[in-house]
């Protein structure tokens, strides 16, 4: 006899836990700056606040895959929640900076653990025909609350200061934490596979090299060309080839890399992480000229892009809706196809464009994004048989900040080099309108990369077709 879930009180403890765990990840950034004045540090110091959490939860991905197959539902859930709350608690308290980091960190553990355990029991619940609509749903979460992360933190600081970022989190952790004990059931198996530690240490190494090689090498002057990058993105590499081969051996693998052989799986997660690369990146870029070229202040920069960022929260049921009704494709192709245009869009800009067409090109990235990059991850999902959705949700999490890092690091590097050429053929004084030109110079040649990306983006979404579990059984629900 099948068990009957209620399904819909599972998902609002998931969202109610998501939502809070989620919108800490961009809460602190704008706060960094106070950070720096507060305890004395310096940006590169500073940045470990963002870095730090990146790293942290791109390190904890592939050992979801095992946790999760290892503690139930509840188990898992309450147990990063908690996790997490006592981060908060840390970092609200923190006497020093080590203080303030070791509480982001222990945040980024609960945050890193959680969206995995969410995804894998969604797949669980949900038959393939409804998947659209619950993840959109699930997405209206993790996409708007980072989006309205950094126009939330800047009226706390402003009115409570740096430390009621995390004070204001505390209850609703609380309250996530009290609403799964009582509600929250049990999804799955627990099967317990072997722990298998020199993966663990190669997965450990390959990918928090790659997320910390790239994220300096954004961060620093040199870029790729300091041998300290080279070194440890050598190293990352070799680690993370390492890794496939030995999963590839094993009998109960930490990460089943075999989930490449599904085609609509391989595809989708490519179109996945280059729209994470240009959307990580373009938020990055983006702001950086807004307050260069165009003049603008941090905060308008903030609300100028807030549109977008708001719209792709919104549309992600939508987009999910619509995936239902009338499979990948319709949404895919079209919304690659937009992606293309804003990357023409902002590979020409310049700082005589009227502010609206760049509100209107950023509202569109963000539409692009919401079209492409939930139904792209669910019908890579959806193709996998039930015993690999844990590989299948942990390698595309574990992408994500991968994605994200890669594609910063890439744009930035690209767009610093475009700078530093245009200004070494400059002849006179280096004026501000020199300065101004030389940055969207740069810009340009940052967009003309990501225009390729696009392009093949596109490419890829020709092939795209609508995939079905093979083993796929629903479960009932009250």
């Known amino acids: 006899m099948e068990k009957h879930y209620n ?90 900076f080590p203080m303030l980091l070791t509480g ?64 204001t989190v505390i209850p609703f952790a609380v309250f996530s934490i009290l609403f799964a004990v009582k509600f929250l059931e049990n999804v799955g198996e627990v099967t317990r ?28 002057g040199e870029g790729f060309s300091s041998i300290n990058i080279i070194i440890i993105l050598s190293i990352a590499f070799l680690s993370l080839i390492l890794f496939v081969l030995r999963q590839l051996k094993l009998e109960e693998p930490l990460l089943d890399v075999r989930v490449f052989t599904y085609t609509s799986y391989a595809r989708g997660i490519t179109i996945f992480v280059i729209v994470i690369m240009a959307m990580f990146a373009s938020e990055i870029v983006m702001p950086m000229y807004l307050q260069g070229p165009l003049g603008f202040s941090a905060k308008t920069a903030g609300l100028l892009l807030l549109p977008g960022a708001l719209l792709n929260g919104l549309m992600s049921p939508v987009m999910g809706t619509l995936f239902d009704k009338f499979g990948p494709r319709k949404l895919i192709i079209p919304g690659t196809l937009v992606l293309v245009g804003v990357m023409i869009f902002f590979s020409n800009i310049n700082p005589s ?11 569109l990235l963000m539409l692009a994004v919401s079209a492409v990059l939930m139904p792209s991850q669910t019908n890579a999902l959806n193709e996998l048989p039930k015993h690999l959705y844990p590989h299948g949700t942990a390698i595309a999490n574990t992408l994500q900040p991968i994605g994200g890092a890669l594609g910063v690091s890439i744009f930035v590097s690209i767009m610093s080099q475009g700078e530093r050429s245009y200004l070494n053929n400059v002849s006179g004084d280096v004026t501000g309108e020199v300065m101004d030109r030389a940055m969207t110079v740069g810009v340009h040649h940052a967009y003309w990369f990501a225009l390729g990306l696009a392009i093949l983006t596109f490419v890829v979404a020709l092939f795209i077709r609508k995939a079905v579990a093979p083993d796929y059984s629903p479960e009932q629900q009250s």
């Open 7 to 96: 399904r819909k009180i599972i998902l609002v403890t998931f969202m109610i836990g998501a939502f809070f765990a989620v919108l800490n990840e961009t809460l602190l950034n704008i706060a960094l700056t106070e950070l720096m004045e507060v305890f004395g540090l310096d940006a590169p110091t500073v940045q470990w606040m963002a870095t730090g959490f990146m790293l942290v939860m791109g390190v904890l991905m592939p050992v979801s895959a095992l946790l999760i197959q290892w503690f139930t539902t509840r188990q898992m859930f309450i147990g990063v929640m908690t996790v997490f709350l006592a981060g908060t608690i840390i970092a609200a308290s923190a006497m020093n």
């Open 193 to 220: 596979p072997k722990a298998d530690i020199i993966s663990i240490v190669l997965s450990s190494v390959g990918i928090g090299g790659i997320v910390y090689g790239f994220s300096s090498a954004g961060e620093s």
């Open 104 to 167: 982001r960190m222990i945040q980024a553990v609960g945050t890193g653990l959680l969206i995995p355990v969410i995804m894998n029991a969604l797949l669980l619940l949900y038959e393939p025909a409804v998947r659209g609509r619950v993840m959109g749903t699930f997405g209206l979460v993790i996409m708007f609350a980072p989006a309205i992360g950094p126009t939330l933190s800047g009226v706390i600081v402003d009115f409570l200061g740096w430390r009621w970022l995390f004070i």
């Open 353 to 363: 464009i009227p502010v609206w067409s760049f509100i209107l090109a950023y509202v």
